[in-house]
T-cell receptor
Framework: GQNIDQPTEMTATEGAIVQINCTYQ??????LFWYQQHAGEAPTFLSY????GLEEKGRFSSFLSRSKGYSYLLLKELQMKDSASYLC????????????FGAGTTVTVRA | NAGVTQTPKFRILKIGQSMTLQCAQD?????MYWYRQDPGMGLKLIYY???????DKGEVPNGYNVSRSTTEDFPLRLELAAPSQTSVYFC????????????FGPGTRLTVL
């Protein structure tokens, strides 16, 4: 089974940086995904990490440490439209494309 | 391309009624999934399929059934609806590739009264 933990809520100011942490305990590991989900909408893909290190995509970056069972999503230069829930998801077996999701972190960006 | 489509968008059922949630994708993806999302909770996998004619249970399959007769369609059947099945249901699909993400439909908001 999987245990995936992330904070419930975070608040930050427009233009600031926010870091959302995700820790996981899994029987195996084959990749970690971050999704963004605006209220009332479907999740959309943000990033994917399978090797240790930092992946950067514009204002968003994601980091993975497999030995620590830890990832974070870094949102820079926050904009009001970044107010959303951010979901951490782990794939646990090679060749098995099922994902296990954390409960999500609701980020509120204030002016 | 429409991507992943789901119907209906909203539905209210009475306890004991049955219904089918429709899901279709036009990306020729092999893998398809059904999730439910309760308020403040993550997505829970109900059923998934790795190709036409093949389905398997996820984490919370009780009270649901699925079929996959074509690559494009993956309907979810609720038999004898219960209030505990009040949720938002998302269908997703992905190609048979390890690095590719899942693509989600817009969701169906179901209330059972």
């Amino acid at each position: 089974g999987q245990n995936i933990d992330q904070p419930t809520e975070m608040t930050a100011t427009e233009g600031a940086i926010v870091q959302i942490n995700c820790t996981y305990q899994t029987s195996g590991f084959n990749g970690l995904f971050w999704y963004q989900q605006h209220a009332g909408e479907a999740p959309t893909f943000l990033s994917y990490n399978v090797l240790d290190g930092l992946e950067e995509k514009g204002r968003f970056s994601s980091f993975l440490s497999r030995s620590k069972g830890y990832s974070y999503l870094l949102l820079k230069e926050l904009q009001m439209k970044d107010s959303a829930s951010y979901l951490c998801a782990v794939r646990d077996q090679l060749g098995d494309y099922k994902l296990s999701f954390g409960a999500g972190t609701t980020v509120t960006v204030r002016a | 391309n429409a991507g992943v489509t789901q119907t209906p968008k909203f539905r209210i059922l009475k306890i004991g009624q049955s219904m089918t949630l429709q899901c279709a994708q036009d990306m020729n993806h092999n893998y398809m999934y059904w999730y439910r999302q309760d308020p403040g909770m993550g997505l829970k996998l109900i059923y998934y399929s790795v190709g036409a004619g093949i389905t398997d249970k996820g984490e919370v399959p009780n009270g649901y059934n699925v079929s996959r007769s074509t690559t494009e369609d993956f309907p979810l059947r609720l038999e004898l609806a219960a209030p505990s099945q009040t949720s938002v249901y998302f269908c997703a699909s992905s190609p048979a590739s390890g690095t590719d993400t899942q693509y989600f439909g817009p969701g169906t908001r179901l209330t059972v009264l």
